[in-house]
């Protein structure tokens, strides 16, 4: 029976490998981005940051709240202490002592308790801080799903890229054999010179190592794009746009003239946050200045005797309380507390400083990625249009070898600036789009903040 469940477990646990193994997945580029913010694994952890966040902040109000604890005691004295009294209280000897044994040989106690928290400056300033945190890590998230958007979009047109050039290297590999496949004939048959031959066949070497390289590089691109997306890296993944219509989608002349409220880029709101933090600290320090004040009660109920007979109805049981008050005054620290509270406040001025540093390097941000961008939509153009040169001149130099107007090595030649035309034309759409990406999150477009209530419905 064993054997059979092991065998039943083996077999269940190997087809849902299987089955998760052979699913497959189909994506535009809108559609990968919208999986990744929900199961990237950076994506994943940045939401129970937020999770954490919440808790702690409940964690931190809960210790202003009542609080009741409560203890149970037993004790069984084995060997009981023995107390000396002087021997005249018993009519003895004076000078000697009589040992006598108080108490009985088992104890029982019961206590609850409950504290209550009436003033605490430290608990004030800890309610403001959990709140600040709070809204620091809903911002962290946020600048997350902008980090995964972009990667995921960076990983899809790589994908894409890999795939352009993978077919391009075929083509021309394809078109390099048909022509030296024809000027062997020439060659052979004394019509030609084996120049011409060794031209091509070095061409041809080439392009073999290109295309090479290129299908390595794509199964690299393909593992990225499902890392970035959360999946196993080796489940079969079909990408449904295309790169040049990406490419084309992606020209947004508008975005060049965008201006950026620095408040709303969420570099800034952490950066603030950061401050906000300082500051609570430094209150912290502050409030350990104040006096504490606390208060309790308890009831408590205990039993003795020479025998376990605490389960008996008839044992009895002696009740007792306390109500109580507590006031703790600081008074002096030999100068631990000042020092730390000019130590947050010097920490305080840093955090200020980095904003203000902050500020300024996204505008700078702002100026460079529409440079960037601009320049990759003018080198995309650029890059099309020196491609339909490069293939006009490369067509142009085949017919002239073919009829011997012109030397291998000007076809060579020829060929060879097609081929990095024909890079330079696929890398500038990648470019094209990568830079409308970055652009586009240092304008925190679109925005991707998540409510509280869709992660308290996931953790």
Known sequence: ?????????????????FSQQGKQYSFTLEEAVIFALDSNYTSINAQRDIAKAIKQKWETTATGLPQIDGSINYQNNLKQPVTLLPA???????????????????????????????????????????????????????????????????????????QELVDIFEKNKTNLEKNLNETRKIYENGLGEEESVEQLEITLLDIETQLNNALRSQAIAKQMFNLALGIDVKVAVTLTDDLDQLANQNISLSLLDSSINIEDNV?????????????????????????????????????????????????????????????????????????????????????????????????????????????AIENFSNSKKNLALAERIEGKNQIKFTEGLSTSFDLRQAQTQLYSAQQQFFQSMLTLINEKANLETVLNIPQLRMNYEEIKGKY
């Open 1 to 17: 029976m064993t054997k059979k469940l092991l065998i039943f477990s083996f077999l269940f646990s190997a087809t849902i490998g």
């Open 88 to 162: 005249e209280i018993t009519g003895g000897e004076p000078g000697t002592f009589v040992p006598v044994t108080f108490g009985t040989k088992q104890n029982a106690n019961a206590v609850a308790t409950l504290n209550q928290l009436i003033f605490d400056g430290s608990y004030l300033v800890g309610l403001k801080a959990a709140k600040a945190f709070l809204r620091y890590s809903e911002n962290a998230n946020e600048k997350t799903r902008l980090e995964v958007r972009k990667g995921v979009i960076n990983a899809y047109g790589s994908v894409l890229l890999a």
């Open 267 to 375: 570099d800034y709101k952490i950066a603030n946050n950061l401050v906000e933090q300082r500051y609570f600290e430094n209150r912290l320090e502050k409030s350990k200045f104040l006096p504490r004040l606390s208060a309790f009660v308890n009831y408590g109920t205990s039993a003795n005797d020479n025998e376990f007979t605490f389960f008996n109805g008839d044992q009895k049981w002696y009740q007792s309380s306390v109500l109580g008050v507590t006031l703790n005054i600081p008074i002096f620290s030999s100068g631990m507390r000042s020092a730390a509270s000019q130590r947050t406040r010097i920490a305080l001025d840093q955090a200020k400083t980095d904003l203000e540093q902050t500020q300024q390097q996204i505008k700078l941000d702002l100026t460079t990625a529409q440079s960037n961008y601009q320049f």
